[in-house]
């Protein structure tokens, strides 16, 4: 069973940045296309950002195009989501998987990966 860890959160202010990380427990990671998801008490899970597993291709959510950065190390195994001028808006749960596009969006690949623990970003105004 793979293992998605996810880090980085923190309080911060509105106008802050954070850098969320995720690890996952296999090599396998390489190829498959990733992405981060956040979700909010009382509402659905929603996709936030996507990468390619060559990290050729990136996509956002519009919310967060060009305020937010996916990257990737596949050497390491890890994704990650650089995240600028922060509103309390994205306050959430963020969470990792690999991801499967559907209909203009993006859906978490359930068959890579159950979901981790999250890691919870909260910005105050």
């Known amino acids: 069973q793979v293992q998605l860890v996810e880090s980085g959160g923190g309080l911060v202010q509105a106008g802050g940045s954070l850098r969320l990380s995720c690890a996952a427990s296999?090599?396998?990671?390489?190829?498959?296309?990733m992405g981060w998801f956040r979700q909010v008490p009382g509402k659905e899970r929603e996709f936030v950002a996507a990468?390619?597993?060559?990290?050729?291709?990136?996509y956002y959510t519009d919310s967060v195009k060009g305020r937010f950065t996916i990257s990737r190390d596949n050497a390491k195994s890890t994704l990650s989501l650089q995240m600028n001028s922060l509103t309390p808006e994205d306050t959430a749960v963020y969470y990792c998987?690999?991801?499967?596009?559907?209909?203009?969006?993006?859906?978490?690949?359930?068959?890579?990966?159950?979901w981790g623990q999250g890691t919870q970003v909260t910005v105050s105004s």
């Open positions: 296999t090599h396998t990671f390489t190829v498959y296309p």
């Open positions: 990468i390619s597993w060559d990290s050729e291709r990136t």
């Open positions: 998987n690999a991801v499967t596009p559907f209909g203009g969006t993006y859906y978490p690949d359930l068959d890579f990966a159950s």
